[in-house]
């Protein structure tokens, strides 16, 4: 089988507090990491005893997962499985980057996200600049609200030539054309982003090749649809893996419309779809990345 897993356990802890963000500041109580901490394990085990499928594997968790120790070692242990293709995480790279060096960099990668007023801007680029020099995959993203403009552009300037900045609207905010452009500038992409995409009814990768799963295995077509198409430990999801479309008005996350089959995406993120890397984002949007 192959099959891609969008994993999101307990974890809803976060060390920064972005005003955007409803998990800002977040605690779990010890009882709350420990459960996580067990399921991510259950989960990294099912992986390992899946020896016949291929698999591509992304974190999604509400908080940040990377300042956990489970989490690291949870990545580098997959990068080292034959069957796994791709395993990424989305993170806002607050943790040190040394851990990499035991993953297998041809599997990991990493989706990472810069919030201005968290960390100083410096130590987030001195990150990523190690990211670089380590040869590992990486993208980075920044919230297009309109105070983020100016970090954006430093960013683009800054970044090693060959990072992909990729810039998400900002939840319930409107652009004007103008604005929209000056975002496009930076992320060709952006227009994908600056609407949500009408999708009912229409055919969607998930609940085919695509999953995702909770911590206690319960497994969704993707994060939002709450329908249970069964449990991945029971293995009693796979009977109910087959093409349907997608029973919501619109879809305005990236990690819900990449896998649109009525849009191109698979085709611009080829071989980089979990981690958001282009393969090659000049030919598919006819534009060249500026550098502002």
């Given amino acids: ?42 989960f990294a085990g099912w992986a390992a005893g899946q020896s016949g499928d291929r698999l591509r594997i992304l974190f999604t968790p509400w908080g ?7 989490y690291r070692r949870t990545l580098v242990e997959l990068s080292r499985l034959p069957q796994v293709e791709r395993v990424a995480i989305q993170t806002n790279l607050s943790c040190r980057t040394d851990w990499l060096a ?20 410096e130590r987030f680029l001195g990150k990523c600049r190690e990211l ?4 590992v995959r990486f993208s980075v993203g920044i919230v297009g609200l309109p105070e983020h403009r100016e970090h954006a552009r430093r960013l683009r300037a800054e970044l090693p030539e060959q990072v992909y900045l990729w810039v998400n609207a900002a939840e319930g905010h409107t652009y004007t054309d103008a604005e929209a452009a000056g975002w496009t500038e930076l992320d ?31 497994v969704r077509r993707c ?21 349907r479309p997608c029973p919501l008005a619109v879809c305005d996350c990236h990690i819900g419309y990449v896998h649109l089959e009525t849009l191109p995406l698979y085709d611009v993120f080829a071989g980089g779809v979990l981690e958001r890397v282009p393969a090659n984002l000049a030919a598919h949007t006819g534009l060249k990345l500026l550098r502002s």
């Fill in 1 to 42: 089988m192959d099959l891609t897993v969008l994993y999101r356990g307990p974890l809803a802890s976060c060390d920064y507090d972005c005003p955007y963000c409803p998990f800002a500041k977040r605690r779990d109580s010890p009882e709350r990491l420990r459960a996580d901490r067990a399921a991510l394990e259950r």
């Fill in 64 to 70: 940040e997962g990377l300042v956990r120790s489970w």
């Fill in 102 to 121: 035991e993953a297998d960099l041809d599997t990991v990668a990493l989706w990472c996200t810069y919030h201005p007023g968290q960390t100083p801007y």
């Fill in 132 to 135: 670089a020099g380590r040869g």
């Fill in 188 to 218: 060709p992409l952006f227009p994908y982003s600056r609407h949500p995409h009408a999708s009912a009814g229409l055919p969607c990768r998930t609940g085919e090749s695509v999953i995702s799963v909770d911590g206690d295995g319960t």
């Fill in 223 to 243: 994060h939002f649809v709450r329908a249970e198409l069964g449990n991945l430990y029971d293995g009693s999801y796979r009977a109910a893996l087959r093409p």
